[in-house]
């Protein structure tokens, strides 16, 4: 056993070492807390492209200013001749046209240069020939033309002014004569073969200038809810009632609803315009002529309103323009455009 001494000195040993232990874990734990933090990695964040803003799923039509996919104002215009005698009547597909020109062929019987882009029937008709003036009006929409024929005037201007030129006469396939009706207002399209028929001949769309459009608005009281044009004769005159539910015009003719030979729908103008320019007889003692060129007094009617302007139209390859009494612009409602042309201002009447 130990004595008394030697446990004194064990124990002051121990002790010491006790305390060095402890001063050692002091120092120990003095060093963890001591301890600089570890260097922050920097934190590396990938950089999100930003979203592209989404395409516009539709944008105004060139031809009608209608809301339309893009695609659409890369398609051709297509004119097609439509006949307007009582033979022809109820006509297919008219009422999907973008824009329509009506004017007198021959003998005061009218017929209808019809524009379509992104509007496709699959049955339009009857396709009859054409007239100089209509050519002119055409143009300026750099739109292909689909006509069975045409007077002899007319299909000079087709050929001197280079028209994309679809005559029935050496495209037969694009058109087919239907037995539900007797030549010659037999002869019906559709858009799809007539667009077919373009793009085999390079005719891939259509560069042009469209009418200026705006918001439509209708009027809170209507100043033109019905509207007569004595074009011609009365088999011929065309009469139109505002509806203010579609913000359009119904359109008759002949004394009755003008409507379309499959949906039995009335056509529905959004825009109605009367033209006034000098309308006389051919040399030939037969054919109308009217002047497409030049200025002259118009009738513009829209949103159950008139403005009393005028139009004008450069030559054969510049847009008609349509103006104020002041000769300011005149914006058009989106929608199928409708333009008559008369040989008198006296030939237009229109009441509240």
Same mark, same amino acid.
């Given at each position: 056993?130990?004595?008394?001494?030697?446990?004194?000195?064990?124990?002051g040993v121990g002790g010491g070492l006790l305390l060095v232990l402890i001063g050692g874990g002091g120092f120990a734990v003095a060093h963890l807390l001591h301890k600089p933090?570890?260097?922050?990695?920097?934190?590396?964040?990938?950089?999100?492209?930003?979203?592209?803003?989404?395409?516009?799923?539709?944008?105004?039509?060139?031809?009608?200013?209608?809301?339309?996919?893009?695609?659409?104002?890369?398609?051709?215009?297509?004119?097609?001749?439509?006949?307007? $005698?009582?033979?022809?009547?109820?006509?297919?597909?008219?009422? +999907? #046209?973008?824009?329509?020109?009506?004017?007198?062929? &021959? !003998? %005061?019987?009218t017929r209808f240069l019809t524009l379509f882009q992104e509007a496709q029937p699959d049955y339009v008709g009857p396709v009859r020939s054409v007239r100089p003036y209509y050519v002119s009006w055409l143009e300026a929409f750099d739109a292909g033309l689909a006509h069975v024929g045409g007077s002899p005037d007319g299909l000079a201007k087709l050929k001197a002014d280079g028209v994309?030129?679809?005559?029935?006469?050496?495209?037969?396939?694009?058109?087919?004569?239907?037995?539900?009706?007797?030549?010659?207002?037999?002869?019906?399209?559709?858009?799809?073969?007539?667009?077919?028929?373009?793009?085999?001949?390079?005719?891939?769309?259509?560069?042009?200038?469209?009418?200026?459009?705006?918001?439509?608005?209708?009027?809170?009281?209507?100043?033109?809810?019905?509207?007569?044009?004595?074009? $011609?004769?009365?088999?011929?005159?065309?009469?139109?009632?505002? +509806? #203010?539910?579609?913000?359009?015009?119904?359109?008759? &003719? !002949? %004394?009755?609803p003008h409507t379309?030979?499959?949906?039995?729908?009335?056509?529905?103008?959004?825009?109605?315009?009367?033209?006034?320019?000098?309308?006389?007889?051919?040399?030939?003692?037969?054919?109308t002529t009217y002047e497409t060129s030049g200025n002259g007094k118009a009738y513009i009617f829209q949103d159950g309103g008139v403005t009393e302007g005028t139009w004008s139209k450069d030559n054969d390859k510049s847009q008609i323009r349509f103006g104020d009494a002041n000769s300011a612009p005149v914006a058009l409602d989106p929608g199928q455009t409708w333009i008559t042309v008369l040989g008198d201002a006296s030939f237009v009447k229109y009441a509240p």
């Open positions: 056993g130990w004595n008394r001494k030697q446990r004194a000195i064990a124990l933090a570890p260097k922050p990695q920097p934190v590396v964040q990938k950089v999100q492209p930003k979203p592209e803003p989404p395409k516009p799923t539709t944008v105004p039509s060139n031809l009608t200013g209608v809301q339309v996919p893009p695609e659409y104002n890369q398609l051709p215009v297509t004119g097609i001749m439509i006949e307007n $005698s009582p033979d022809a009547r109820p006509q297919a597909g008219l009422k +999907d #046209a973008g824009v329509v020109f009506e004017a007198i062929a &021959e !003998g %005061g019987i994309k030129d679809l005559d029935q006469f050496y495209n037969g396939g694009s058109y087919q004569r239907v037995n539900t009706r007797y030549a010659p207002h037999n002869v019906y399209t559709s858009l799809g073969s007539l667009i077919a028929l373009q793009k085999s001949k390079g005719y891939n769309n259509s560069t042009f200038t469209g009418f200026p459009r705006k918001t439509e608005k209708s009027l809170t009281t209507p100043t033109a809810k019905t509207i007569d044009f004595a074009i $011609s004769s009365p088999l011929y005159f065309a009469h139109y009632d505002y +509806d #203010a539910a579609t913000n359009s015009y119904k359109r008759s &003719e !002949g %004394g009755k379309d030979d499959k949906s039995g729908q009335q056509i529905s103008p959004k825009v109605v315009i009367a033209i006034v320019t000098a309308q006389g007889i051919d040399s030939d003692g037969l054919h």
